[in-house]
C-alpha cells in the first residue's frame, strides 16, 4: 500500500493553488507531475558534470557519457530490452514513430498494407499516412466496438500476407482501454508483419517487457512517467534496427564522413545525430527509478481504486455518460453530460482548481466513432486521491447546476 501523503509530499506542485483553490490534477494522461527528486536531478547536472558526451577525453564529458549511458541501461532493464544499443533516446513518442515510419519509406512498395487501430493518437496515425502517400502503401483500420474495444474477428481478418506493419497503442489515451497487444504482436508475426506499439499511455501504470512481449518496436515519452519534457525512448530489435536507414545525419550518427561517401555509427549511435537532450535522457533514468521505488504493484492498486471510485461517484450525475467501458482499462475515465459540451465543464471546474482535459485529446476519429466533439476526460496518476474525486464530482454538480 502506498503512503499517500508521503508521495503527495515527493511532488512539490501538488501543494499549489490555482484560482486559490487546492490544485487537483486530473490530466495525467497529457503529462505526470514530477517529483522533487527528479527536479533536482536536472539542475545536479548542470551545476555539477555539464558537458557534450562521447566525444570529450576531459573529465566532464566522461562523467557527463556515464551517466548518460548508465541511464540507457537503466532503461533497458526496466523495458527489459536484450540489448542496451536497442534503447534509443527520442524527444518522445511522436518523434520515436516519426523515426520508425521514416525507416519503412525506403521497404513499402505500392499494395503493401499498414494496419492502424481506431483509437490511436493522431501522432499514430498521421505518420503513417504520410508514410502511405509517400510509398503507395494502403493504411488499414482495425475497428473498435461501442465499449472501445478493438475487435479481434476483424483484426485477424485483416492480416495478410500484404500487411507489412501493424501499430497500435497498449492502452488508448481518450478511453483508458488496455488492448489485448501480445495477442495481435503474435498475429502480426504469422503474417510476417512487424508491429509498433504505442506505449505512451501505458508506462504510467506498468512496466513493459518487451522480450517478453516480443514486439519490435516500443515506443514512449518521458513526461508521462515523472520524466521531463523532450524525452522518450524508442525500443527497437536490433534487427529492424539495423534494417532502417537513419533517421536524421549529423555528427555522432558517423563512422566515416568523406564528400565522396559517408558510413554510419553503430547502434545507438546511428539514429541519435546531434547534441541529445543530455540532462532530460540522464534524470528520465531518475525518474524510472523513482517509479520503481514506489512500485508498479503499489501504483497499480492506488489507481485501480481511483478508477473504480471514480466511475461509481461520476455515474451519480444526472445525465453523465462515460465513453471507453472496456473489461481492461486504466485509470482514465472520459465522459460527458447530456446537453452540456465539455468545454464549458472543463473551463468551470478550473476556476476550482480541478485540471481535466477537454476536447478531442487528438484522437478526433474516437470522438467521429461516437458522433460527438469531444469528452471531458480525468486522467488519475498514483499521487492523486479519493477526496480529490469527491472534489470534482461537487464542482462538476455545481457547474451542471449553472449551467443548466
Ligand atoms: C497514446 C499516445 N500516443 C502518443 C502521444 C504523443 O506523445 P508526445 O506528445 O509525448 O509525443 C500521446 C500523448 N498524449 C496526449 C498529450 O496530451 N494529452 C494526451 O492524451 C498519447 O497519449
Not at 104 to 132: K, T, Y
Not at 145 to 151: A, K, R, S, V, Y
Not at 259 to 280: Q, S
Not at 366 to 385: C, E, H, L, Q, V
Amino acid at each position: 500500500m502506498l503512503d499517500i501523503n508521503k508521495i503527495r509530499a515527493d511532488f512539490p506542485i501538488l501543494s499549489q493553488k490555482v484560482n486559490g483553490k487546492p490544485l487537483v490534477y486530473f490530466d495525467n494522461g497529457a503529462t505526470s507531475q514530477k517529483p522533487q527528486v527528479v527536479i533536482d536531478a536536472i539542475s545536479k547536472y548542470y551545476q555539477e558534470i555539464n558537458a557534450n558526451i562521447h566525444r570529450g577525453v576531459h573529465t566532464l564529458s566522461q562523467l557527463a557519457t556515464d551517466a548518460y549511458e548508465a541511464s540507457r541501461g537503466k532503461i533497458q532493464n526496466h523495458i527489459n530490452a536484450k540489448f542496451a544499443y536497442e534503447v534509443l533516446f527520442t524527444s518522445g513518442t511522436t518523434h520515436g514513430i516519426n523515426l520508425v515510419t521514416n525507416g519503412f519509406a525506403s521497404i513499402l512498395r505500392p499494395g503493401d498494407e499498414v494496419l492502424v487501430s481506431a483509437m490511436e493518437h493522431h501522432s499514430n496515425i498521421v505518420p503513417w499516412q504520410m508514410l502511405c502517400e509517400k510509398t503507395g502503401a494502403t493504411l488499414r483500420v482495425i475497428p473498435m466496438n461501442e465499449d472501445g474495444e478493438l475487435i479481434m474477428s476483424e483484426y485477424d481478418k485483416l492480416l495478410s500476407d500484404k500487411t507489412k506493419v501493424v501499430t497500435v497503442n497498449h492502452i488508448s489515451n481518450a478511453l483508458g482501454t488496455v488492448n489485448p497487444i501480445k495477442y495481435m504482436i503474435d498475429k502480426a508475426h504469422e503474417v510476417g508483419a512487424a508491429i509498433l506499439i504505442d506505449g505512451a499511455q501505458a508506462v504510467p501504470h506498468l512496466k513493459p517487457d518487451v522480450q517478453e512481449l516480443d514486439c519490435d518496436f516500443y515506443v514512449f515519452s518521458g513526461h508521462k512517467i515523472c520524466g521531463p519534457t523532450g524525452t522518450g525512448i524508442l525500443y527497437g530489435k536490433e534487427a529492424w534496427l539495423n534494417k532502417l536507414p537513419p533517421y536524421q545525419g549529423g555528427g555522432e550518427m558517423i563512422k566515416e564522413v568523406t564528400f565522396e561517401k559517408t558510413t554510419y555509427a553503430e547502434l545507438p549511435h546511428k539514429f541519435e545525430a546531434g547534441t541529445p537532450n543530455i540532462a532530460g535522457g540522464i534524470v528520465l533514468g531518475t525518474a524510472v527509478d523513482y517509479m520503481n521505488e514506489v512500485g508498479f504493484d503499489n501504483i497499480q492498486q492506488q489507481e485501480k481504486e481511483l478508477l473504480e471510485y471514480g466511475t461509481k461517484r461520476l455515474l451519480e450525475i444526472e445525465g453523465l455518460k462515460i465513453f471507453g467501458t472496456a473489461k481492461e482499462k486504466t485509470s482514465v475515465i472520459s465522459f460527458n453530460i447530456e446537453g452540456i459540451h465539455p468545454y464549458d465543464i472543463g473551463t468551470i471546474i478550473d476556476k476550482l482548481g480541478i485540471a481535466v482535459r477537454t476536447g478531442h485529446h487528438c484522437a478526433q476519429p474516437i470522438m467521429d466513432f461516437f458522433k460527438i466533439p469531444g469528452t471531458i476526460r480525468a486522467s488519475f496518476a498514483f499521487y492523486n486521491t479519493k477526496e480529490e474525486i469527491d472534489v470534482m464530482v461537487e464542482a462538476i454538480k455545481k457547474a451542471q447546476l449553472m449551467l443548466s
